[in-house]
């Protein structure tokens, strides 16, 4: 589906533009403004491109079991694009997007990329969740030389010349967390509970082999396809056991089923008995599951939605005003509005639109002003950023109980982790 130029929300125009319009010191990059080169010297690719107008690709599950977490992917980039054309486009153009449903279905991924890629010439696209889309997704990329700007927090394990990986990668969020829960929590045993994919097996592969190097222990682990929703049998396990820490990563809509059998089942997450640490579920799932089912979890993310600082509460203002007042914003959704951003500073900083110059362009570029603070493009494509442990409170946000001091290098290819 391709909006117009000027297309806008359902909510009163007047009122949208007001909001765009108040944001320019807080979004600004640290590239100024370029007016308009002309098309044959800013497209010499082939890209949908014309005088004034540039075509992007949105490419999320808006269906199936992904939905939950992967809406909130497209709002943030739809309000990063609004907003950059609210301040004039990007080389003078203004952005426009066609968007495709990957409906949770790692095929259909790979042939939406390849329509938009091939037949809708897209200049990038912003779009997957989980590793398995991300996967499927990757070959059509390279092969076509596309540019994907990918939001999720991963197992790592990969560098692509054609992927701006704007989320965490393990090191950042799987090692971080556990060191944490050690130092912080005393955790000396876990259990691993994830959905049954790339992701979480890599993730628990990694987090094993840092548990056992600390010399503790892993004393379960289990995985269930995507969409289960029948977790009784592993809670009882789990009760069984008696782990320090349950490590989580289930994501999408079983997510729900999770956490209320596990109160169902008595278990009393704000005892720390066990603590139970996730990197799957940020605000937009807690939305789903109820505030009420996940209080006392811990979370290692890069980005909360209750994070105080000036950037993030102007962020945070603008994405209701766009969404609604009811709506939240979580670590997916925040490194998704980083896409259109990064990928405008790349292109005014390369002066053109072609993936070639763009990737050239890209290590370096800075984003001064994100919502989670100021994070840079690292040479292998991944981006510096602080790593954050929060615990879920019954009104659905994350009140945060620790951060790093300093930016954390990304390290996608960690020594003896693979």
């Known amino acids: 589906m391709k909006t117009p130029k000027h297309s806008l929300p359902s909510r009163p125009r007047r009122r949208l533009l007001a909001g765009l319009l ?3 010191a ?3 990059l640290s590239t100024p403004s370029f007016a308009a ?3 044959s010297e800013v497209n010499t690719s082939g890209l949908a491109v014309t005088e004034d107008t540039v075509k992007v690709g949105i490419l999320h599950s808006i269906t199936g079991t992904m939905a939950i977490s992967e809406i909130g992917s497209v709002q943030a980039e739809k309000l990063a694009i609004e907003q950059i054309n609210a301040q004039g486009g990007v080389l003078g153009r203004q952005i426009e997007y066609v968007q495709e449903d990957g409906a949770s279905d790692w095929p259909t991924f790979a042939e939406k990329a390849r329509k938009l890629l091939r037949q809708d010439d897209v200049a990038a696209i912003f779009g997957c969740w989980t590793s398995a ?7 059509v990329i390279e092969q076509f030389n596309g540019m994907l700007y990918y939001p999720t927090f991963y197992e790592g394990l990969e560098q692509s010349p054609n992927v701006i990986y704007t989320g965490q990668e393990a090191t950042q969020q799987i090692l971080a967390g556990i060191d944490w829960a050690v130092k912080e929590k005393g955790a000396k045993t876990f259990y691993l509970l994830g959905s049954d994919y790339i992701w979480p097996r890599t993730s628990n592969k990694i987090a094993r082999i840092h548990i056992e190097k600390k010399g503790l222990k892993v004393v379960g682990e ?4 995507l969409g289960h929703t029948q977790f009784n049998s592993v809670i009882n396990k789990i009760k069984l056991r008696k782990p320090d820490v349950i490590f989580a990563s289930v994501v999408g809509g079983s997510n729900v089923a999770f956490y209320k059998q596990m109160k169902a089942a008595g278990v009393d997450l704000t005892e720390e008995d066990p603590l139970l640490l996730t990197i799957s579920v940020t605000e937009d799932e807690i939305r789903g599951i109820g505030g009420e089912n996940v209080e006392g979890v811990y979370a290692s993310m890069k980005y909360f939605q209750s994070l105080d600082n000036l950037n993030n509460k102007e962020f945070v203002a603008a994405f209701k005003e766009r969404w609604g007042d009811d709506m939240v914003i979580g670590d ?4 998704a509005y980083l896409g259109p951003w990064l990928w405008k500073a790349a292109v005014e900083k390369a002066g053109s639109f072609d993936v070639d110059k763009i990737r050239e362009a890209s290590p370096g570029i800075e984003f001064k002003k994100a919502p989670e603070g100021y994070v840079r493009i690292h040479e ?4 510096w950023s602080k790593t954050r442990i929060g615990v879920a409170q019954t009104n659905g946000q994350y009140k ?6 300093d930016l954390m290098e990304p390290d996608p290819f960690p020594e003896g982790y693979k």
């Open 22 to 24: 108040a944001l320019p």
């Open 26 to 28: 807080v979004l600004a």
């Open 37 to 39: 080169p002309p098309t």
């Open 133 to 139: 889309s991300r996967k499927a997704v990757l070959p």
């Open 222 to 225: 289990e995985y269930y396809p």
């Open 332 to 335: 997916v959704t925040q490194a």
């Open 380 to 383: 292998n494509h991944h981006l």
């Open 400 to 405: 945060v109980v620790h951060e790093t001091k």
